[in-house]
């Protein structure tokens, strides 16, 4: 069995679960048995395809031969009904394996308190905790995280965060990973004293953030409206050896880049520089940048009067693989850029033809931003009336 067994295994990871199944249906043809390793293997692998109905037969299949599941036979089932939230079959495999002599253990608990949150039945999940104590099955960190992880999605960051500290009574560490949701959730819900609390109490507990945790740090302070202080804590994880993932170079390009002026220095202090710097930065870390960041830094440079710039990206943008090529919210940044631009309204019509040479069609905010330019500029209205339906197509 064990050559019948590594086959359909390698089969199942490499996707192949109807190739697996049929040489799972040749084994009793070669004189075997599938053993609980096989049909918990089946099973694990038409589960990550959704085919957890067929697994169920499965179940069925394997009882009636006389094959007797494992805790990992209904834990693969019971984690896929929950994740799918369908907690009643979740429950009724619970009841079965009971009846089978299976003992839940602390996978089965994590999955069933995933299934509970996904649903938003946070005090069943925190109440199914407190049973899994009960019965002496330890709780871990994936147990606490995503107990957590549940109250912070649902906007209950100061809950979770009482949990946390009733957590540390009991014995438990926290991982950096709960710190940083927690951080995240505090953040979110404009608590910046207690998520700056939070992280005081973290260092002084000697917990060494990592990068997730700055990244969650220097996002909740670019929220707040501060980025020369998130600006301090990516120079702080810089020295502490940690390298800014793309999730921290983008908080600090929302803010170095949205025209917001409490949380605009880069720009409206000079120092569009040092967002170029980290733009450049980000290219030379491989990071992919869409067509939504090109976007983001155009249109900051061009609030800031440096519409050259963002010709020069935009221009870069064109020569980027798909996901990175101008849309009409590009296009409409510059040529927003160029119609308050007295000199610029035929370079704004130049534009315009280029978006619709490269197919990119016209949306409401570029004839808003067309029509108020010719009202301003060509003062008579009709002439603008009659641009804008050449542009939308209306017939005259």
């Known amino acids: 069995m064990l050559t019948f067994n590594l086959v359909i295994k390698a089969m199942c990871k490499l996707g ?16 075997c048995a599938p053993d609980v390793f096989t049909y918990s293997t089946l099973m694990d692998g038409l589960c990550k395809e959704n085919r957890i109905d067929e697994a169920v037969s499965l179940l069925d299949e394997m009882q009636i031969k006389g094959c007797f599941p494992s805790p990992v036979t209904f834990n693969v089932l019971i984690s896929a009904l929950c994740k799918k939230g369908d907690m009643r079959r979740a429950a009724k495999l619970i009841n079965n394996m009971f009846l089978k002599g299976c003992l839940p253990n602390e ?15 946070l005090e069943k999940a925190v109440s199914l905790l407190d049973r899994m104590v009960m019965n002496e099955c330890m709780p871990n960190d994936v147990t606490y995280g995503t107990i957590i992880n549940g109250l912070v999605k649902h906007g209950r960051a100061v809950d979770s965060a009482n949990l946390l500290v009733s957590l540390e009574e009991r014995g438990h560490r926290a991982n950096e990973y709960i710190y940083s949701s927690l951080i995240s959730g505090l953040f979110k819900e404009g608590k910046y004293e207690e998520a700056m609390g939070l992280w005081k109490d973290m260092i002084g507990k000697g917990h060494k953030p990592n990068v997730v945790v700055y990244s969650a740090l220097v ?10 202080k998130a600006k301090e804590f990516v120079s702080e994880m810089v020295k502490n050896g940690l390298n800014p993932n793309s999730c921290t170079y983008s908080s600090l390009m929302r803010v170095s ?3 917001v002026k409490a949380i605009k220095p880069f720009f409206c202090g000079k120092r569009w520089p040092e967002a170029l710097m980290m733009w450049k930065q980000m290219l030379g870390k491989g990071y992919k940048l869409d067509a939504v960041a090109y976007s983001s830094m155009i249109h900051g440079l061009c609030t800031a009067g ?3 710039q963002g010709i020069y990206l935009f221009n870069e943008m064109l020569f980027q693989e798909p996901e990175s090529q101008p849309d009409v919210v590009s296009y409409n940044i510059l040529l927003n850029a160029f119609c308050k631009k007295g000199s610029s309204i035929s370079r704004a019509v130049d534009l315009l033809n280029c978006m619709l040479d490269q197919g990119c069609d016209p949306d409401l905010v570029t004839c808003d931003i067309l029509l108020r330019a010719l009202r301003e500029k060509l003062d008579p209205l009709p002439d603008g009336r009659e641009f804008l339906d050449e542009l939308v197509g209306v017939p005259r």
């Open 16 to 31: 192949l679960v109807d190739r697996a199944i049929q040489v799972f249906r040749e084994i009793p043809l070669r004189y």
């Open 219 to 228: 996002d909740g302070l670019c929220r707040e409206g501060k980025p020369d």
């Open 107 to 121: 996978v089965t608990y994590n999955a069933l308190i995933h299934g509970l949150c996904l649903k938003g039945k």
């Open 306 to 308: 440096l519409v050259e």
């Open 257 to 259: 880049s949205r025209p």
